[in-house]
Every structure is written in structure tokens, then in C-alpha cells.
């Protein structure tokens, strides 16, 4: 049976690998790295820099191929997520086909850690489901980008015994500050920070992060707002694409007591 290793490898710095990590990138035949577009051209580079670094294997053998790209254009947001997704699991089924033996082991290094705004796995549970190839999985987890902002700006995630909500910027507004007095942001395409009008609000804002492009900005939203989004599309200018993550938060430690 095939063996596939999905493994996260963490958000730009090499060094966010765990031992647990490499030593999986270790017992792949094969490991499967992602090219196309300028974002997955810089990307793939962070991923053949940690295979140079770690993979000692003399058999393992690496395999770029083109990640389809998600298309728009007069679809509704499910729709064209879930087109995309049957487009790669098309790519992952040639590809465990043709390049890996019946008993071989594959790896894909994920980005940051699989079970955060991924869609490794439920893209593998596709490919199982057109039961053209047939396979196991092991998930090795990773550093998260939550995890990489909160370091950079040395805070913890939560308030003491309060609870946080994962989102992106389309829903913010769902949640922020009046459900969650802490929301984590990413895939925020359309800067909803800057909508965010609670005097009390904070933001911790970073991009690139843990890759030696990271920037971090932080303060009361009302007041930085417009300077991060100033430097985000700066930023966003200078590589061509941008990915950032930030964190709001209103209240305190023990102010419900
Ligand atoms: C498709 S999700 C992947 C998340 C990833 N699995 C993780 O564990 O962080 C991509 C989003 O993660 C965040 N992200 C990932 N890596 C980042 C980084 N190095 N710096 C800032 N944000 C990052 C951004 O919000 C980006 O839009």
C-alpha cells in the first residue's frame, strides 16, 4: 500500500521543522513540492532549502509539479473552492500513479501545520474517494503561523480563561468584539482590520513571518490601522503577493472576575 507522509514544516524560517519532521522527509521516496505562480515560485524555494537541509536519504527523490490554481471568475467562494480542490485531487491521483511504487512513501510538506486553513487532508480523503489509488496517511504536525505571530510579538494567544476565535477577514465582523474578545485573522484579502471602529481594540499584525521578510506592527487598531495597511500593500508591491495573519483583542486578563 502506498504510504502517504503529510507533513507540516511551519511558516518560512527552516528551523520551525521538528525532529519528528525530518525524519519523516527522511523515510519518503519521494517528496512532492508545489510550483506555479510567484507566491508558489518563492514558497517552493523554502521547501527545497529544508529538503537540502535535512533529507540525508540517498534514495529520496523530489518531484515539483504545478498546483492548479483556483479560478474565480463567476463562481460563487464554496464553489470555486470546491472545483479547486477536485482539480488537485486530479493532480494527486496522476501523481501518486506515476511516481510512486505500490509500496512506496510519499511526502507533502505542508505549509505551517495540516489541520489549520488546509486542505491537505480532506484533498487526500478525495483522492481515496475516486478509489483510484489506493493509500495510508500519517499526519506530522507543524509550527503554525498563530503560533510564529505570537512569539514575534511575544504575547500569549488567549486571555487568562477566555476563549479565541479563528477566522478569516471576510468574517470578522461576524465575531469580533462582540462574541470573541480575541480573534485570530487569516486569509484577509480585504484588510478588515481597517472596518474594526472599537476604541478598545488591539492588533498584532505580522507577514512573512519566521522568513527573514517578516514584519510585525502592533497597537490600537483605530490608531495603526492605516499604517498597516499602508505597509501591507507596500510589502505586497515589493514580492508580488503577501501572506499575513494578525490577531485582535479587546479586554484584559481577569477583568471578568
Ligand atoms: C492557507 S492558510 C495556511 C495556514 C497554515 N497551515 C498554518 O498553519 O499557518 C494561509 C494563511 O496563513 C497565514 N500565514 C501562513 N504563513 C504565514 C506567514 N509566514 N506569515 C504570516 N501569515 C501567514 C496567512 O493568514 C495566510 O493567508
Known amino acids: ?6 507533513v507540516g514544516i511551519g511558516t518560512g524560517n527552516p528551523e520551525h521543522l521538528t525532529v519528528q519532521a525530518i525524519n519523516a522527509l527522511n523515510r519518503a521516496d519521494v517528496l512532492f513540492v508545489p510550483t506555479k505562480g510567484r507566491k508558489k515560485v518563492d514558497l517552493a524555494e523554502v521547501r527545497r532549502d529544508i529538503i537540502a537541509r535535512y533529507v540525508t536519504n540517498p534514495a529520496s527523490r523530489t518531484v515539483e509539479f504545478a498546483l492548479p490554481v483556483r479560478q474565480v471568475e463567476g463562481r460563487s467562494y464554496v464553489g470555486g473552492v470546491d472545483e479547486w480542490h477536485a482539480a488537485i485531487a486530479e493532480t494527486y491521483v496522476r501523481l501518486f500513479l506515476e511516481e ?34 489506493a493509500f495510508d496517511t500519517e499526519v506530522i504536525p507543524g509550527i503554525t503561523s498563530i503560533q510564529a505571530l505570537c512569539a514575534s510579538h511575544r504575547i500569549p494567544l488567549n486571555l487568562v480563561g477566555k476563549p479565541v476565535e479563528i477566522t478569516t477577514g471576510r468574517r470578522l465582523h461576524e465575531s469580533f468584539p462582540h462574541r470573541s474578545e480575541t480573534a485570530v485573522v487569516m486569509l484577509d484579502g480585504e484588510q478588515a482590520f ?47 503577493w503577501i501572506m499575513d495573519i494578525y490577531l485582535m483583542q479587546k479586554g484584559a486578563d481577569f477583568d471578568d472576575e
Open 1 to 6: 500500500m502506498r504510504h502517504i507522509l503529510v
Open 100 to 133: 510512486l511504487p505500490e509500496d512506496g512513501t510519499a511526502g507533502l510538506l505542508v505549509w505551517g501545520d495540516p489541520m489549520l486553513y488546509d486542505s491537505t487532508l480532506r484533498i487526500l480523503e478525495r483522492v481515496r474517494a475516486t478509489g483510484k489509488v
Open 194 to 240: 481597517t472596518k474594526v471602529t472599537d476604541p478598545d481594540a488591539m492588533i498584532y499584525w505580522g507577514a512573512y513571518l519566521g522568513s527573514p521578510d517578516e514584519v510585525i506592527l502592533s497597537g490600537r487598531a483605530v490608531e495603526c490601522a492605516g499604517e498597516i495597511a499602508r505597509r501591507r500593500a507596500e510589502e505586497r508591491e515589493k514580492h508580488g
